[in-house]
């Protein structure tokens, strides 16, 4: 599975982005998928995941309630969307899908077995 992410650029402070991740080769009925982010200089931080049903998502204390994941099965789509983002949302955006429909731990790179290319988003003040 090749993915790749989507829909970066340069916005400014409480403006609005959205993120997607296309999945090239086959769908992403069945895998859980998450989003991840990586400042220069930073670890990469968890931002968010989606079970395969889309019926349960999880987030990162830094976005909760300034971002969404939502998903498309049928269009073979996962979506970040980007809310009242904040310069310190600058970073390299990265989506990635577990074979496991639904995870316990979200947060952990070791828990995905497919890394997208990441998409740039940066926010100025």
């Known amino acids: 599975v090749q993915l790749q992410a989507s829909g970066g650029g340069s916005v400014q402070a409480g403006d609005s982005l959205r993120l997607s991740c296309a999945a090239s080769?086959?769908?992403?009925?069945?895998?859980?998928v998450g989003w991840f982010r990586q400042a220069p200089g930073k670890e990469r931080e968890f931002v968010g995941g989606?079970?395969?049903?889309?019926?349960?998502?999880t987030y990162g204390d830094s976005v909760k309630g300034r971002f969404t994941i939502s998903r498309d099965d049928a269009k073979v789509a996962v979506y970040l969307q980007m809310n009242s983002l904040k310069p310190e949302d600058t970073a390299v955006y990265y989506c990635?899908?577990?074979?496991?429909?639904?995870?316990?731990?979200?947060?952990?790179?070791?828990?995905?077995?497919?890394w997208g290319r990441g998409t740039l988003v940066t926010v100025s003040s």
């Open positions: 080769g086959r769908t992403f009925s069945g895998y859980a």
């Open positions: 990635a899908a577990s074979l496991f429909g639904d995870l316990t731990y979200y947060a952990a790179k070791s828990s995905y077995n497919y």
């Open positions: 989606i079970n395969w049903g889309g019926g349960s998502t």
